[in-house]
């Protein structure tokens, strides 16, 4: 079992920059790879960022690519979802997740465990 705790999230003005962290425990978390997925009211959770066991691979959905960075540092157990230039479409709730293998992936029904979300607003 996987345990994830995501933190950062907050109101934030256009334009600004956020950090979330999403604390792991309760397994190995080098061996999984993690993904940051996001839902809005009313809409589906979409993908974010993703990223390998290792940190070399990184994916990003087309809407945050070049604002969003995914990392991971593997001794603190922790992934991170740096976000700058904030759009008012980005509000929504952030959550952390882990799949059950080394991959990085942008589908989220291959991840097996989910933290319970941040909010995340963006105001004008």
């Known amino acids: 079992q996987v345990q994830l705790v995501e933190s950062g999230g907050g109101l934030v003005q256009a334009g600004g920059s956020l950090r979330l962290s999403c604390a792991a425990s309760?397994?190995?978390?080098?061996?999984?790879?993690m993904g940051w997925f996001r839902q809005a009211p009313g809409k589906e959770r979409d993908f974010v960022a993703a990223?390998?066991?290792?940190?070399?691979?990184?994916y990003y959905g087309d809407s945050v690519k070049g604002r969003f960075t995914i990392s991971r540092d593997n001794p603190k157990n922790t992934v991170y979802l740096q976000m700058d230039s904030l759009k008012l479409e980005d509000t929504a709730v952030y959550y952390c997740?882990?799949?059950?293998?080394?991959?990085?992936?942008?589908?989220?029904?291959?991840?097996?465990?989910w933290g319970q979300g941040t909010q995340v607003t963006v105001s004008s």
């Open positions: 990223i390998n066991w290792s940190g070399i691979n990184t």
């Open positions: 997740a882990a799949r059950a293998d080394y991959y990085a992936s942008t589908d989220l029904v291959g991840y097996k465990y």
């Open positions: 309760g397994r190995t978390f080098s061996n999984y790879g």
